[in-house]
């Protein structure tokens, strides 16, 4: 969660108790209460041939690493049959993936169902050089981000077995001897999860490969899409994830790369919305993760598998990727063998999953708003529906609330009067109001559990409206809310940012939270509080916090707080009714002071 939203929504929950709590002060005096892409490269990109290491934000090459660069060369015999070729294009039903025969790398990987400003989103970002995803050097992990070694970029030749399989080889010579790489593509038709073969084929010169430590080392690169401003981790973040039965959460920073040594199932580099999952077939590869930075990116998110020495003449691996949507039931599918690769038991939900204590309630409150979509297909009306659901169940709980109240405003006098006569014995105060309170069967917490018994349903319903894949790109009203999980915009500032605030759209919705947050503030302020300023700062001046905190959230999130709100402020009303009524009839069961007849005066 955001550390801006995070702050305000815990503000929000202290100012609910906080006022139950001064309730309880101000109607019992000072009583102390206790506490509770294109397959073309992008405009202006150069090959990588022609921007020096410096330039691409990667080590410069040391001289004296020469020798081992050479160590592996592409076999210079067949000039003509290496050549740049036009990217071969793989088109399915679901993805457009441009590969490149220069290093036999994907250089655009294009979702069809899912938009980035107006064009398919890419999954593979590069900054300053054309992006080359799913690369090979050989050699290691270190060698290749110290710079010592460079992914292959020669020409390969290109084989295309079949509408969705492509294959690239060439030919490398090395010390120990001459062999084949290949490297194999094969994407299915409704799939996001592709897989990739490679294969080192020494014949009967090569008996190992070794290479610097490692026979080879496979890079993702440099960054995954879409494209973004910055990692703010609200509206884009990078999680990096292994499995092993169990999800964890690595830790990654740019000083060196993050090395995994569990042996996990696969790893995972995850996005809001879009997650990139590799599954190595051989559990002994080495993986790791780097966010080293690239020139022209605003961050970076590398995931790099290296493959171990390698003893024999032909080695053959088999890696898959899934590179799409961080969607539940599309990941759900790769547990139950129902998609084309029959996969089973992977856990690759796990990445979607949300996690924590709350993540049962969160289940079933998106169960519900995807029954409501259902019903009537507009996000924007199935967060109503939510919320309504939510306020009538939990109606006996804020009606609960208030009757503590009005029951606290009741009993208030005679807490005042035990205050006054045991001001000067606090030990002997204290146990009069216990046993005052146990006289009259009153809790003075009563009012405020209900609100603590709250808590999680408003955590889960943020939670569920920041992060829902489905949200994404959800039309509310056309022409002002096209998309429930960004902020909502009526005027747009073009180049210019507030100075301060830097806020470069004029926003409605946060307007209209404040207008709905003061008016529920006047209809639940009680008539005894309404002349008491420390009540008026916590009912009126948090809104206007809250409102800069809250200024730039997705407009799902402020939907459902100012539906809540106006909720909030009917069933407070008629809360209020039932209250009057409850308290005329209680006045009229009170015996009423007898009055002794006047005798009348005799005239004289």
Not at 223 to 233: A, E, I, N, S, T
Not at 391 to 403: A, Y
Request: hydrophobic fraction near 40%; proline fraction near 7%; include cysteine.
């Amino acid at each position: 969660m955001e550390k801006r939203t995070l702050l305000a929504v815990l503000l929000s929950v202290l100012v609910m108790i906080g006022t139950f709590l001064f309730q309880a002060w101000y109607f019992g005096g000072n009583q102390s209460v206790p506490a509770v892409q294109s397959t073309e490269a992008p405009a202006g990109a150069v090959s990588p041939s022609a921007v020096s290491p410096a330039d691409a934000g990667l080590p410069a090459v040391p001289e004296e690493a020469a020798e081992s660069l050479a160590a592996v060369r592409p076999d210079s015999s067949g000039t003509d049959e290496f050549r740049a070729q036009p990217p071969v294009i793989i088109d399915t039903n679901l993805l457009r993936v441009a590969l490149s025969n220069k290093g036999g790398d994907i250089v655009s990987f294009k979702l069809k169902e899912h938009d980035d400003k107006g064009e398919p989103v890419d999954m593979i970002l590069a900054g300053q050089t054309e992006p080359h995803a799913f690369s090979v050097a050989f050699g290691s992990r270190d060698e290749l981000l110290a710079g010592r070694i460079q992914p292959v970029d020669a020409f390969f030749r290109v084989r295309r077995l079949g509408e969705y399989v492509v294959e690239f080889s060439r030919d490398f010579v090395a010390p120990s001897g001459a062999f084949t790489l290949t490297k194999r593509y094969e994407f299915r038709p409704d799939e996001y999860l592709f897989e990739l073969d490679i294969t080192l084929d020494g014949g009967y010169s090569v008996s190992s490969f070794d290479f610097q430590g490692a026979a080879y080392t496979l890079a993702f690169g440099p960054q995954m899409g879409p494209k973004f401003d910055k990692l703010d981790q609200r509206y884009e973040y990078r999680h990096y994830l292994t499995y092993k039965g169990k999800l964890k959460t690595e830790k990654v920073n740019d000083s060196a790369p993050t090395v995994i040594t569990t042996q996990p199932s696969w790893a995972a580099i995850a996005g809001k919305y879009f997650t990139l999952i590799a599954l190595p077939y051989v559990n002994q590869y080495e993986l790791a993760f780097s966010t080293r930075a690239e020139a022209g990116l605003p961050a970076a998110s590398r995931l790099l598998i290296t493959r171990p020495v390698f003893r024999g003449s032909r080695l053959e691996d088999k890696y898959q990727f899934y590179l799409g949507p961080k969607n539940q039931e599309v990941l759900a599918a790769y547990d139950t063998g129902t998609t084309s690769w029959k996969l089973q038991g992977t856990g690759l939900i796990e990445v979607a999953n949300s996690r924590g204590f709350l993540a049962p309630l969160e289940k079933l409150l998106k169960w519900l708003l995807m029954l409501f979509y259902r019903l009537v297909p507009n996000y924007g009306v199935a967060i109503l529906l939510l919320t309504l659901l939510v306020k009538i169940l939990t109606f006996p709980l804020t009606r609960k609330g208030s009757e503590s109240t009005l029951r606290m405003q009741t009993l208030s006098p005679k807490i005042k009067e035990i205050q006054e006569k045991y001001k000067d014995n606090p030990q002997k105060m204290n146990a009069e109001m216990a046993e005052f309170y146990k006289k009259e069967g009153y809790n003075p917490l009563s009012g405020c559990l209900p609100m603590i018994i709250q808590i999680p349903i408003f955590f889960a319903m943020y939670n569920l409206f920041n992060s829902h894949f489905d949200l994404r790109g959800a039309m509310f009203i056309p022409g002002w809310i096209p998309d429930l999980s960004l902020p909502e915009s009526v005027y747009h500032f073009n180049n210019f940012a507030l100075p301060i605030l830097g806020w470069t759209d004029l926003r409605l919705l946060p307007f209209i939270y404040v207008g709905s947050q003061l008016l529920y503030g006047k209809v639940t302020q009680t008539p005894d509080q309404q002349g008491n300023a420390q009540m008026k700062i916590m009912l009126y001046a948090m809104p206007i916090v809250f409102f800069f905190i809250l200024y730039d959230v997705p407009s799902g999130l402020l939907l459902y707080w100012i539906i809540s709100n106006i909720l909030t402020m009917v069933q407070q009303v008629s809360i209020n009714k039932y209250l009057a009524k409850k308290k005329a009839a209680a006045a009229e069961l009170e015996p009423k002071p007898v009055i002794a007849p006047q005798k009348k005066k005799r005239k004289r």
